[in-house]
């Protein structure tokens, strides 16, 4: 019996030794292979002159990665033109300036064109307008120009449930509107002000990329949504099409017409790569754990509730 407990004390002591040593293998591996990567993402962008294309989807917010990548394609020498891919609802008001200001940079110093795959509302379509030319797919959906803030009210539920709330405040719009207690119409002129000031300097930026007059833009601003074919018939595109006519536009700009496209994806360094969601599952397989989840609160769709400031988005 001793002997057969020690036999099982040294499968133990091997399988744990198997283990680390399959683990280290799989970090080792991936090192590799983040190195390589990174090789050929570097040498192979910069050495070849070609047609940078930028990928924005989902919510917009503030995404210093995002305008670090489009900052290094503005350096670039060997991109010659740019395509910004957009599909996104739209986010905060912030987010898209940001990203928008950062386009202008690049579309004063090479040519910037937008394709719209399947949505540019909002914020998306305030990034659409920063590129030089807007083309839309016939199904696409463009627009939503404006601005919003909303907040819940909770009065109800606290009173059913017996809880008041208690402040204390320097002055009556201090941290107004506020979800536990009704909003005053001194508090809702406040707010309006707020979004009247950066729904007007939306409107302005519209007005100003798509050569229209501000009444025209006003009347198109009203939060209505267009398809691409109506959207062209609003200017609020140039073409109908995808990828060719975005590349045939750059070419009509003085773009090589042989430049390969080539998508200008999130760069990823080795502790990224280490720590990512697929070698997460790799390891976790590895080592005989269960594989963890992503990222929660996205799959749910739920990350736009914790989005903060002015919130210009098609169904926030």
């Known amino acids: 019996m001793a002997q057969r407990a020690d036999d099982l004390i040294d499968r133990r002591r091997l399988r744990r030794k198997l283990t680390f040593w399959r683990a280290l293998t799989v970090v080792l591996v991936a090192l590799a292979i983040a190195g390589i990567a990174s090789w050929f993402r570097d040498d192979g962008l910069s050495a070849v002159s070609h047609i940078a294309k930028v990928k924005i989807e989902g919510t917009i917010t503030q995404d210093d990665k995002l305008l670090e990548r489009l900052e290094r394609i503005r350096k670039s020498s060997r991109v010659a033109g740019v395509i910004v891919q957009v599909n996104s609802p739209g986010g905060t008001t912030t987010g898209g300036e940001s990203i928008y200001e950062a386009i202008r940079k690049i579309a004063a110093e090479k040519p910037v064109v937008a394709e719209v795959s399947t949505l540019a509302a909002s914020a998306g379509y305030m990034i659409a307008s920063a590129t030089d030319h807007i083309v839309a797919r016939q199904s696409s959906i463009v627009g939503s120009i404006g601005v919003l803030i909303q907040y819940p009210d909770v009065t109800g539920l606290m009173d059913k449930m017996g809880i008041k709330l208690e402040e204390v405040k320097s002055s009556p719009l201090k941290a107004a509107p ?99 969601q697929a070698l997460a599952r790799t390891v976790a397989r590895a080592l005989g754990l269960p594989e963890p989840s992503g990222d929660v609160l996205k799959e749910l769709g739920m990350e736009r509730l914790f989005l903060d400031g002015l919130v210009s988005r098609w169904h926030p």
């Not at 198109?220 to 595109?237: H, P």
């Not at 073409?239 to 070419?251: C, I, K, N, T, Y």
């Open 178 to 276: 506020s979800p536990f207690k009704p909003t005053t119409e001194e508090e809702r002129a406040m707010v309006r002000r707020l979004i009247m000031d950066s729904y007007d300097w939306f409107v302005d930026l519209v007005a100003e990329r798509r050569s229209l007059p501000r009444d025209q833009v006003l009347t198109l601003a009203d939060g209505s949504i267009f398809t691409g074919r109506q959207a062209l018939q609003n200017k609020l595109v140039d073409s109908l099409g995808g990828e060719d006519e975005a590349v045939a536009w750059l070419e009509s700009q003085g773009v090589g017409p042989d430049l390969r496209v080539i998508e200008w994806k999130p760069s990823e360094g080795a502790t990224g790569l280490i720590w990512s």
